[in-house]
């Protein structure tokens, strides 16, 4: 499934992983700071109690809002306007263009400028610049009064990457996360069978030997992952590595460190030593969708694609395991949140539940699984 919008960094299912020292995130956060210096929230002159939406008008600013997702807006506005009648919202579309940068710099521009803005999107790389802004509010506010919302609903790394100095913003929409993907029809010529969570990189690259056959332009390849750091951050992880040395404000990179040198290495052994992978060929790398990948690490973004072009049968499992043992994943994540300068933040923040809770996240998942079908 390609998703129209910005794109989704990622974050660690067993704890958070942020690009914050990417330059972009480093210019944009003093930017934000900068925009929104003198922005606070109105929540510790607020009285507790329980959750009263504010009759009016909600603004909610959409992360993307291509034609397949604007069906599933729609759905959830229709949702939460039945179930709170005194309460209408406007959706908004982001920026053109599909990029994060000016999406989080039109966020900024709007809180600070005293712009109607209730519920805004995220992906992790941004949460801490956007909390030391004062942009988005704490959801302990709300978390604390509502008795119905139970945060053990959501999966731990995406809560902690929707979080930042132990306290909660966002709240994930969904999270798209890596799988091995085999094709059927190889596995069963090869007489390999069908991976399962006991796999690991030995089981992987053993099968991957058997499946790689033939020569040329229509040369069967046994193994194959994407290049991206999102992708191989999970043989990282599970090699006892890293890329930063702190989840939360790193000092430094650690792609030197040995185990992650020693997770590159095996990836690119697989391309260039045990030549059960495809090298770098631009737009001619043979695609997992042609028939020409026994094997292949993607995300579950990737299943409608594949469901649509795909000509043989095929199915997923668990990426195979690290030397630790480990199966750490990675999760490309949507976040929503409330905007601190929501006038109707009870109101707000019923919305974001609708979005991202049973409902909204029902919604998604179908969806993903009537593309597969």
């Known amino acids: 499934m390609s998703i129209a919008g910005p794109p989704l960094p990622a974050a660690r299912t067993r704890g958070i992983t942020r690009r914050a020292c990417l330059i972009a995130a480093t210019a944009l956060g003093a930017a934000l700071t900068a925009a929104c210096a003198g922005q606070t929230t109105k929540d510790s002159a607020q009285t507790g109690g329980p959750i009263k939406p ?52 039109k966020v900024a521009v709007m809180v600070s400028a005293g712009e109607k803005l209730d519920v805004f999107g995220l992906s992790p790389v941004w949460v801490p610049d956007n909390v030391a802004a004062n942009v988005a509010r704490d959801l302990g506010f709300f978390t604390a009064r509502d008795k119905a919302f139970k945060i053990d609903d959501y999966a731990k790394g995406v809560v902690e990457a929707g979080s930042w100095k132990g306290k909660l913003y966002f709240l994930a929409l969904f999270s798209n996360f890596n799988l091995l993907y085999y094709n059927k029809t190889l596995l069963d010529r090869a007489g390999v069978k069908y991976p399962d ?71 690119i052994d697989a391309i260039n030593k045990h030549k059960v992978a495809p090298g770098e060929a ?21 299943i409608g694609p594949v469901a649509q072009a795909a000509q043989f049968p095929w199915d997923v499992t668990f990426i195979p395991k690290g030397k630790t043992g480990k199966r750490d994943n990675y999760a490309g994540t949507l976040f929503y949140g409330v905007s601190a300068n929501s006038k109707q933040p009870d109101a707000a923040w019923s919305l974001l539940k609708t979005i991202c809770g049973n409902y909204g996240v029902g919604l998604q998942s179908r969806r993903r699984s009537a593309r597969r079908r």
């Open 197 to 267: 969570d006991s796999w690991n990189l030995d089981t992987v690259l053993d099968a991957a030997r058997k499946l790689t056959s033939g020569d040329g332009t229509t040369k069967v390849w046994g193994f194959n992952f994407s290049r991206d750091l999102n992708n191989i951050t999970p043989y990282i992880w599970n090699a006892g590595g890293d890329a930063f040395d702190k989840a939360e404000d790193p000092t430094k990179a650690t792609m030197s460190a040995p185990a992650s040198l020693e997770a590159l290495q095996w990836l």
């Open 282 to 302: 631009g737009a001619t790398q043979p695609t997992f969708q042609s028939g020409q990948i026994a094997m292949q690490t993607m995300p579950v973004g990737s």
């Open 54 to 105: 504010e009759p009016g008008t909600l603004t909610w600013l959409l992360w993307s809002n291509p034609p397949d997702r604007k069906i599933l807006h729609d759905q959830i506005v229709t949702k939460f306007q039945a179930d709170n009648p005194t309460v209408k919202v406007e959706g908004v579309d982001p920026p053109s263009g599909g990029d994060a940068a000016a999406y989080v710099t």
